[in-house]
């Protein structure tokens, strides 16, 4: 399973699907597309959740947290 995430993630994941191509390393990655910003409808966690068990490894990106201003 891969997830990208947030930021720079996207980057570093293509990165390192290149480098494992480049490598010849069979891999297939199963790649999510998760936000932390974006991603809380419960169904998609499970689907990450599910993909990460039936796979049994996972490599994940940063998600962003969103940070609530001050009260008013």
Do not use: H, M, W, Y
Request: net charge negative.
């Amino acid at each position: 399973t891969l997830i990208p995430g947030d930021g720079i993630g996207p980057e570093l994941a293509a990165s390192v699907k290149e480098v494992f191509r480049r490598a010849s390393v069979p891999v297939d990655f199963e790649e999510l597309i998760i936000s932390g910003s974006i991603s809380r409808d419960p169904a998609v966690l499970s689907q990450a959740v599910t993909s990460v068990k039936r796979n049994g490894v996972a490599l994940k990106g940063v998600l962003s947290t969103p940070i609530e201003g001050p009260p008013d």
